[in-house]
């Protein structure tokens, strides 16, 4: 049974991913270090302990990452008050059937919880939230699991309750390291071979979700079913 989803945003509810991905690599070559796409794609929902380090490995040490990261979120954000913020397909079709089923929801996601509030209300979607779980309540980010087991502890229900929809590989080993049943709903990236096995559910839009749910909770099995 399947009583709450706890959601990553950037890239899965809202279409702002591909701001960031970008914004990371222009910061970077401000500051005079070519950052390649794969390297944006790598810290893509990763905490910043992890981030600088993979950061520093890859580019060298006299990479600044504070400050790559403080002139990435003012591009993100000039961007954002641009163009707006876009909602992902099926976004508010599966908030509004959880609503309906009184299924719970929550937001866990690495963006400090007061901004992630900001984007919500300026998307329309906070409302149809129980909760917004942010990267800076926690004391280990993703891919570490704190922030799944917080998020599903603020509902009220085990891990194993709660379908986690996320679209990056950092963000999907938190799930499943945290107990949750991890959905892939992919944006810049697909699941390769090694995220493959970590996955309850792969789907191409967040209103296929709504399937998961109808199968998951009329039949109430706990088999984890997969589409590879």
């Not at 500051?31 to 790598?42: D, Q, R, T, V």
């Not at 900001?118 to 939230?129: E, I, P, R, V």
């Not at 087991?149 to 309750?161: M, N, R």
């Not at 970590?198 to 088999?223: F, H, M, Q």
Request: proline residues 5%; contains cysteine; neutral net charge.
């Amino acid at each position: 049974m399947i009583k709450g989803i706890i959601f990553d945003m950037d890239g899965l509810i809202l279409d702002t991913e591909k701001y960031y991905f970008r914004c990371w690599t222009e910061s970077a070559e401000e500051f005079g270090f070519h950052m390649k796409p794969c390297h944006a794609l790598a810290v893509r929902s990763l905490s910043a302990v992890y981030a600088e380090r993979y950061l520093k490995k890859a580019l060298g040490e006299d990479f600044d990452y504070h400050a790559v990261r403080a002139r990435r979120r003012e591009l993100v954000q000039a961007e954002i008050d641009k163009k707006g913020i876009n909602i992902k397909p099926g976004a508010k079709v599966l908030l509004e059937y959880c609503r309906e089923k009184h299924i719970l929801t929550a937001v866990a996601t690495a963006t400090p919880t007061e901004k992630a509030v900001q984007h919500l209300k300026k998307a329309g979607l906070f409302d149809l939230f129980s909760m917004v779980i942010g990267g800076d309540s926690i004391a280990r980010g993703k891919p570490a699991p704190d922030i799944y087991i917080k998020a599903a502890a603020a509902l009220k229900l085990d891990p194993s309750e709660c379908l986690a929809l996320e679209d990056s590989p950092n963000g999907i080993i938190s799930a499943f390291s945290a107990g949750c049943k991890p959905v892939m709903i992919p944006d810049l990236t697909e699941p390769d071979e090694m995220l493959k096995p970590l996955l309850y559910e792969c789907v191409p839009a967040l209103s296929d979700v709504i399937d998961i749910l109808k199968k998951e909770n009329r039949y109430g099995s706990n088999t984890c079913v997969k589409i590879f």
